[in-house]
């Protein structure tokens, strides 16, 4: 007979394999920002923030750019609640101006496919956003709802819904 803590061992090593075997996840508004934070040195906060800093700005408009190339259907509006809460004529705007420039010169052209380039291979490196930012006992206990055969459906639901209701809390 095996003892409650080694088959919670198990589990656990059950549901770390299942992870480990998940498949790369798909580029996202908030991945794509915190990816170009970490290649161009930009701070995550100054990139969503209100600073209006022509630096701040300049790396933001490349920004806003960049996602529209790697994520089409990205809205203007969806981009600007991601980037301080901008207005999606502000989006459009830059999203434009930066075309102009990429358009006029090769060598921002060239820039800017290197980065997204660089941009796409640091987001496909990355082990699946649930893991990297799930705690533990939330893996373990969404482990435990997934198991427990006695659960219903409709209960099962509720505690998965506030599984995602605390991990969006998280990114608030």
């Given at each position: 007979?095996?003892?409650?803590?080694?088959?919670?061992?198990?589990?656990?090593?059950?549901?770390?394999?299942?992870?480990?075997?998940?498949?790369?996840?798909?580029?996202?508004?908030?991945?794509?920002?915190?990816?170009?934070?970490?290649?161009?040195?930009?701070?995550?906060?100054?990139?969503?923030?209100?600073?209006?800093?022509?630096?701040?700005?300049h790396h933001r408009h490349r920004l806003m750019y960049l996602i529209r190339m790697?994520?089409?259907?990205?809205?203007?509006?969806?981009?600007?609640?991601?980037?301080?809460?901008?207005?999606?004529?502000?989006?459009?705007?830059?999203?434009?101006?930066?075309?102009?420039?990429?358009?006029?010169?090769?060598?921002?052209?060239?820039?800017?496919?290197?980065?997204?380039?660089?941009?796409?291979?640091?987001?496909?490196?990355?082990?699946?956003?649930?893991?990297?930012?799930?705690?533990?006992?939330?893996?373990?206990?969404?482990?435990?709802?997934?198991?427990?055969?006695?659960?219903?459906?409709?209960?099962?639901?509720?505690?998965?819904?506030?599984?995602?209701?605390?991990?969006?809390?998280?990114?608030?």
């Amino acid at each position: 007979m095996t003892s409650p803590l080694r088959k919670a061992l198990d589990n656990a090593q059950q549901l770390h394999a299942s992870i480990v075997a998940l498949p790369k996840q798909k580029p996202t508004v908030e991945l794509i920002i915190r990816a170009y934070a970490e290649l161009t040195g930009i701070a995550f906060g100054d990139l969503t923030g209100k600073s209006q800093a022509a630096t701040i700005s300049h790396h933001r408009h490349r920004l806003m750019y960049l996602i529209r190339m790697i994520d089409p259907v990205a809205s203007y509006s969806l981009i600007g609640r991601y980037l301080g809460g901008r207005d999606m004529s502000t989006i459009h705007e830059a999203v434009v101006k930066v075309s102009a420039e990429v358009e006029r010169s090769l060598k921002v052209a060239n820039e800017l496919a290197a980065l997204e380039a660089d941009l796409l291979q640091l987001i496909a490196d990355l082990p699946p956003l649930f893991v990297l930012e799930s705690k533990p006992w939330q893996l373990l206990a969404a482990a435990q709802v997934l198991r427990d055969g006695e659960m219903t459906d409709a209960e099962a639901r509720k505690v998965a819904l506030s599984f995602l209701e605390q991990l969006e809390a998280g990114h608030a």
